[in-house]
Structure formats: C-alpha cells, structure tokens
C-alpha cells in the first residue's frame, strides 16, 4: 500500500513560484509513476503533469507547458512538481497519484493511489 503526501502549497503573487512536492511511504516509488493533478472549485479534475518510472518521460497539459517541469528523486522516494510564473488560472488543490506502471498517464482512472492535496492559491 503506498501512501502518499504532497506539500509546499500555498499563497503566491501572479508570476510567482512554487515546488510542490509529493512523498511516498510504504512502497519503493521507483517503480510507480506519477501523475499531478488539480481540482479549482466547480472544475473537473485536470491532469496537470505526469512522469514514468525512470523518469525518461514527462507530460504537461497545454497551459502548464514552459512553466511547470516535473522531476522525481527516487533515492527520496518523491516527486516534485516546480510551478513557474503562476497565474490566477492555476489556483486549485494539486494532487499527487500513483500507479503501479513504468508509463504514465494524464488520465486519473489510471492511477491507484492518492494524496489528500495540497491548496495553491495565486492571487495578489
């Protein structure tokens, strides 16, 4: 059973910059990938980004694209998504997934575990 945390959300001016950060317990996350995804108030759930087990591919949704890189550290058994030049737009609830696969997917059905989210709110 992998448990998973995310952190480092938070309130930051337009333009700003955060990393969120997604922890895992109770598995060896390097053979799992990992999807971010967000929720705004009234929206579905969005596939932000995604990353495969060796790291060796990413996606971004279209919006994020130039802003946001995935990364992940698997020594640390965590992933880390570094947000660039935040709009207004991006304010939702980010939450990390994994699945079981050496690919990923931007599709929530496709990964079994969740974190409970982590709040990111741009706003001046």
């Known amino acids: 059973q992998v448990q998973l945390v995310e952190s480092g959300g938070g309130l930051v001016q337009p333009g700003g910059s955060l990393r969120l950060s997604c922890a895992a317990s109770?598995?060896?996350?390097?053979?799992?990938?990992i999807g971010w995804f967000r929720q705004a108030p009234g929206k579905e759930r969005e596939g932000v980004s995604s990353?495969?087990?060796?790291?060796?591919?990413?996606y971004y949704t279209n919006s994020v694209k130039g802003r946001f890189t995935i990364s992940r550290d698997n020594t640390r058994n965590t992933v880390y998504l570094q947000m660039n030049s935040l709009k207004p737009e991006d304010t939702a609830v980010y939450y990390c997934?994994?699945?079981?696969?050496?690919?990923?997917?931007?599709?929530?059905?496709?990964?079994?575990?969740w974190g409970q989210g982590t709040q990111v709110t741009v706003s001046s």
């Open positions: 997934a994994a699945a079981a696969r050496p690919w990923a997917s931007p599709v929530a059905n496709f990964y079994d575990y």
């Open positions: 109770g598995a060896t996350l390097a053979t799992y990938a």
């Open positions: 990353i495969s087990s060796s790291a060796g591919s990413t």
